[in-house]
Structure formats: structure tokens, C-alpha cells
């Protein structure tokens, strides 16, 4: 017999719905699995099990009262460390926020629990999300539950490896320069990135204004769509949201095809050095999808060189600010109080709390960032940097009125081995190189399996979609899923 934590969302919805189970069943095969692999991978940071299983037995009462419950009534979800969750720890995997308690919900985690979720617990990443391994974690690395040498990604690599080991059966994560979509197709899993202000930031740590996303990680293309619609939506607290209505995601799946679908494929997206395995595996699905009635259309978006660059000026900039509101004083980690250690002035009270507080990464990037904004640098850095992420964003309008979609790997590696790359920051920063046009334009994109490489990991096959899109994507997703084994 099939184990329960091995579900999709969709089969355990429609299971609880039947009462052929029930929600506390569900929820306790997830909590056997963390207990028995967690030690092991270490996707959790926190682990709310006493809460989870009395929000099961609740909607098992409800549903037994027979009352009508939403599709997400009673399953049980990740939250990456990165969201305000009221009355349990946020961390965002840093020593200074190692003890904050948040006094409200972001407003994806009020959402969600509107709709009955159960929370299982909050999920590694990189501190404050700055990384694409989940090695910067305060609190040690996550492993790649498909080969615990290997890295699940990151940041949101918590999250992707909690699914992959079907710890949950279903996640959250944040997106901001490929922090869904890398660690999505290093452990095999469906996660996408909506269209920047389709999701409310409000209760996100926040890493990068501009280009933070919050979106779902999934076993299928189906539970993606349902956990979209649920967390997509204008949020008042959030003035970069849209009013554009939310549309039933999954109806569009019924009804989809790719018979005539533009496919734009980017030649910049297939680059030197990139595992000859990986371009294989995308080639093919481009060509499963042209035999599906699709076309293939050559494109070029001639400034996505200028995409690492352009982001790791703006990523730095915009991490300078938002860090600074840890200061020792307001609430996080203090090195005053903490150590009760002599603090003169509030230049001592800055230094000692951030010094313990902030890891190596998190402390690079604050120094970059307020670097490429200091007086005399601003111009050349700063400002050049948006003129470019202007030009980027073009490159991908002028190609949006000629395809529908756009594919490409995700990653040009599989997951690669822990402690590997954490010597040359450099090295870790160029695996956003297939990602972060795509937020810096602030597109939707979504990453499916597409088959094996090197070492017998995931590869991902990445699809990009026009703005508040969604759908197209998520269709042309589900085709592939539903005609190949993949």
C-alpha cells in the first residue's frame, strides 16, 4: 500500500475529501518521515508538531460536521523560514533572528491557513535567502534527499528537499533570483515563480524588494496551480500587488494544449560549459513538445550576459537596506544584552550585534551593496545597473509578440556536491545565470523535470511566460508532464 506522505496534493485532497482518510493520518505519515530522514537532510528548522496535528483533528471535526472545505482543507505544507508565521519561530536561518517569535502572519501564511492547511514546520535556506546551495545557513547545509552528498539548491532548498523526501506534500518558497526554480529541478520537484506583484511580500523577510517572489513547490504541475490561485491576489498591506483577478489556475489545465504554441528558444540559454547531458535532456523536450503540434521559434535576448551582473549590483544594493533595520536594538540578536557586554555608543551596539549576528554571506553582500550606493558610486554602479535591467526587460517584451512561452534549462548543472563551490563565492553566484533575467524582468517561470545527467540527477526544464501569464505556463507544463515518464 502506497504510504500517505508519498501523495500529491491533489490525490490526498481527494482522498480527505472521500474520508477514505483523514487529515491526522495524512499528517502523521509526514511527521514519521521528517522524524525518520530529518536528521539525515535537515530541511527543518523548526518542526510544529503538537500544532500541526490538533489543525488536523480540527478540520477532520469540521469535515465530519460536514462542512465544506477548499482543497487544501487538512494538507500538510513546509514553510521556508523566510515568512512571518505567528506564535512560531522565524529565523530566516540567521544567529540574529535565531529567537524572534513574529507576532502576525504574512499574509501567503494567513491565506493558506484560511484554506485549512496544517504547517508541519519552517524550512532551511540560506541565511536571508542569500545563496543557491543552502550552505549560508546559520544552522548547517541541507543534503539532497536524492543523494545527501549533493546540495538541494537554494535559497528555498529546505523546502524543495522536504518535498523531494516526502517529508510534506506541499511548500513554500521565495523566489529572487532562481531560489524556487534551481532548487526545484536539483531535486526533481515543480516550483514556479509568478509574475512579481501576482503574490503579496507582506510578512517576507525581505532580501530584494524589487525582484522577491513568493510562490509554491510541488510533486505536480496540478498542485502548483491549486496552491497559486489559493496565495495569488491583491493584498493591501503590499502596494506592489496587482488588481488584476486571480484565475482558476487549474481549469486552464483541463482544457490545455500546445497544438500551435510559439515556443521561443533562446540561443544565449544554451552556454559553454554547460553539462552536455542538461542541454540533451531540453533539446529533447522541445522536440517532445514540437511533435505535440507546437512550434519552435529561434529567438535572441542579446543583454542576458549582462543579467549576474546587473544583479548582483542591484541584489547587494537592495540587501544593504533591508539588513538594516537588525540593528541590536529593535528586536533580533543584541550583543549588548546578550553577553551583557560594555557598549559605549551606538556604533558598539551596531558593530558587536551584526558582527555574531550576520554570517560571511550575509555580511558581503550588506558591504557590496552599500558600496555600489555611496556617494561617487551611485552613478556608476547603482544607476547603470537599472539602465541595463531596463534593457532587459525590453529584450523579453520585443520576444513576447512573437512566442507564447519561452524554454530553457533551468540550471546548466546538476545539483552539485556540498562544499564544492563554497570557496569561490563567484562560482555560486553564476548559478543564477539562467534565472536572474527572468527576475529581473520580473516574469512568471516555472521549473518541471525533464529526465536525468550527470550522476544520475534531476534535470529541469524551465519555462517562461509574459507577464500575469501564469497559465500558459502552467499548461504548457502540465502537457509535458502528462505525455512523458518524467
Sequence with gaps: MRKLNTLSLIEASEALQKKEISSEELTRACLSAIKEKDSTIHAFLTVTDEHALTTARDIDRRRANGERLGPLAGIPFAIKDIFATQGVRTTAASKILEEYVPPYDATVVAKLKEQGIVILGKTNLDEFAHGASTENSAFG?????????RVPGGSSGGSAAALAADMCIAALGTDTGGSIRQPAAFCGVVGIKPTYGRVSRYGLLSMTSSTDVVGPMTKTVTDAAVVLEAI????????????????????????????????????????????????????????AYEKLGATLVDIALPHTQYAIPVYYIVTPSEVSSNLGRYDGIRYGYSECRMQNAECRNLEAVYSLSRAHGFGPEAKRRIMIGTYALSHGYYDAYYLQAAKVRTLIRRDFEEVFKKVDVIMTPTSPNVAFKIGEKTGDPLQLYLEDVLLAAVSLAGLPAISIPCGKGAHNMPVGLQIIGNYFEEEKILSAAYIYEQTTTH
Design 232 to 287: 495569488a491576489g491583491e493584498d493591501g498591506h503590499d502596494a506592489t500587488t496587482t488588481a488584476k483577478p486571480v484565475l482558476n489556475y487549474r481549469s486552464y489545465l483541463e482544457h490545455a494544449s500546445v497544438k500551435g504554441l510559439r515556443i521561443g528558444v533562446p540561443r544565449e540559454y544554451f552556454i559553454s560549459g554547460m553539462q552536455p547531458e542538461i542541454e540533451q535532456r531540453v533539446r529533447a523536450a522541445l522536440n
Design 141 to 149: 547545509p541541507t543534503k539532497n534527499p536524492l543523494d545527501t552528498e
